[in-house]
């Protein structure tokens, strides 16, 4: 029994981490002419810089029509990601690979999603590499100031959910207000706007309560 509640509350946390769409299988290849993904129309960033967004972030706001975020809305954790630039790479002379650790609770028991975002020839673009390129998700971070907020776009097969990050809990008036008329922008109701708690952050998780991205090769 112990087995089947640690691999139900990895499937948990994976699926929570973005609140996409989950997989349901692969996607059925499209014999349509490719269009343009809702992603593309996002823009970057002006002048992104990739080592100034480095270091911690707390979640403040997801805005997304997930119905598992839908469902659990109410016992949101608090809920941290760090994000840590790798050194350039001696080969390349370039940085390939943006490490993201987030941090939350479930079941009062603190955890640690560890994932790495392939860095794009767009500067402030990601890819987050899935089980087969259907499941692949697109980054954008939009709009930072990097001392005080960030807004990343996430899609996946074509859906995408906005979240806010904060380098603190507070947040001034005037991006919350951004950040939902975004929301709204994307077609997500303001009662599809969620707000994470302030408080119960984890620190750290222990070694049993590590979640490492699944290999993507």
Not at 76 to 94: D, F, H, R, W
């Amino acid at each position: 029994m112990a087995g089947v509640r640690a691999a139900c509350c990895v499937f948990v946390l994976a699926v929570w981490a973005l609140c996409l769409p989950d997989t349901g299988g692969a996607a059925r290849p499209s014999r349509r002419r490719q269009q343009e993904s809702p992603i593309d129309k996002i823009a970057v960033q002006e002048d992104f810089n990739l080592d100034q967004m480095s270091g911690k972030w707390f979640l403040i706001g997801v805005a997304s029509e997930c119905e598992s975020l839908r469902q659990s809305n109410a016992v949101l954790e608090g809920t941290t990601i760090t994000l840590k630039v790798p050194p350039k790479s001696p080969q390349t002379s370039a940085k390939s690979l943006l490490s993201v650790s987030t941090l939350r609770k479930l079941d009062l028991q603190c955890w640690d999603i560890r994932q790495e975002y392939h860095l794009t020839p767009t500067k402030g673009r990601f890819l987050l590499k899935g089980p087969g390129t259907s499941n692949n998700i697109d980054i954008v971070v939009a709009k930072t100031d990097y001392r005080g907020y960030a807004i990343l776009y996430y899609q996946k097969r074509g859906k995408i959910t906005i979240k806010l990050y904060g380098r603190s809990t507070e947040i001034p008036e005037d991006i919350l207000n951004m950040y939902e008329d975004l929301a709204q922008d994307q077609k997500i109701s303001i009662d599809s706007v969620y707000y994470f708690p302030k408080y119960g952050f984890c620190e750290s998780a222990d070694e049993f309560h590590i979640l490492p991205e699944a290999p993507t090769a």
